[in-house]
């Protein structure tokens, strides 16, 4: 597979053309960035553990009947995926209150949701992501009304799953942030991510943050948060036993 021009470049990955029109290669990079890139750092090693994080999650759905992009992982930084074109929203999960939700409707961190709260957000950086509903996603286009409703229970169907994952090694999955892309085909396929850069993660023991809030609000040990996930996922999943 021939990495050719680099088509993208956003704040975590590069995406680069290869020689099969439908597929693409994706570099992650070391760079970290926090409120709407007003906070940035690029921390060695970053880019490694969310391509080792990702792959293992990505093929763990794929097993798991959840279609999405991630063909392979080629080597420490760069995957093979197939080429979506992303729809410009973002798809949040909250199972326990943290971040923006707090901020917003002045609810208190840590308050468990009784079912999965899911929100939609406008995928645009200039207008910082702003929350929209299903009407605002219909009426302008970015998504149509049957794409939404596939969307949103593949997002449920996706958090049963990553929660009984995450909870089998030992981690609390309390909110996250997915990406769907259409196919050549119009199909519309879980893409993107799904890492501690995308998810926030607890000890389900000791309630230690184990992902980006991390940098956001400078509790330190970042990589060392993020080699743990890897680690306690490698242990229990297939394809993640390289070492690091
Ligand atoms: N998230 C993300 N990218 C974004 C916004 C949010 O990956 O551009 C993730 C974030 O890491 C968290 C979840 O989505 O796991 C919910 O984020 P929230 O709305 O609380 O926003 P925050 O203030 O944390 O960016």
């Known amino acids: 597979m021939q990495k ?89 999960v909250r199972n326990i209150t943290a971040g923006s939700i707090c901020k917003r409707l002045g609810v208190k961190e840590g308050l468990k949701l009784q079912r999965p709260l899911v929100e939609l957000y406008y995928k645009d950086d200039a207008l910082g992501d702003p929350i929209i509903n299903d009407d605002h996603a219909i009426l302008f286009g970015w998504a149509t009304e049957e794409e939404l409703k596939k969307i949103k229970s593949s997002a449920v169907k996706v958090n049963d799953l990553l929660s009984e994952i995450f909870d089998s090694v030992g981690i609390t999955l309390v909110d996250f942030k997915l990406e769907f892309g259409r196919t050549q085909e119009g199909e519309i396929i879980l893409a993107d991510e799904i890492s501690p850069d995308t998810c926030r993660l607890w000890d389900k023991h000791t309630g230690e943050k184990l992902d980006k809030d991390r940098f956001r609000n400078d509790l330190g040990k970042v990589l060392e948060a993020y080699e743990e996930i890897w680690k306690r996922l490698s242990l229990s999943h297939e394809g993640g036993k390289e070492e690091l």
């Open 4 to 92: 050719g021009e680099m088509l993208y470049e956003g704040k975590a990955k590069r995406m680069y053309s290869t020689d099969d029109p439908n597929r693409i290669i994706v570099e992650y990079k070391d760079h970290l960035t926090a409120f709407n890139a007003q906070k940035k750092a690029s921390m060695e090693g970053k880019g490694h553990l969310n391509n080792l994080i990702s792959s293992i999650i990505f093929q763990a759905l794929k097993e798991r009947g959840v279609k999405n992009h991630f063909i392979r992982m080629l080597d420490d930084t760069h995957q093979e995926v197939l080429r979506v074109k992303i729809l410009p929203l973002e798809v949040v």
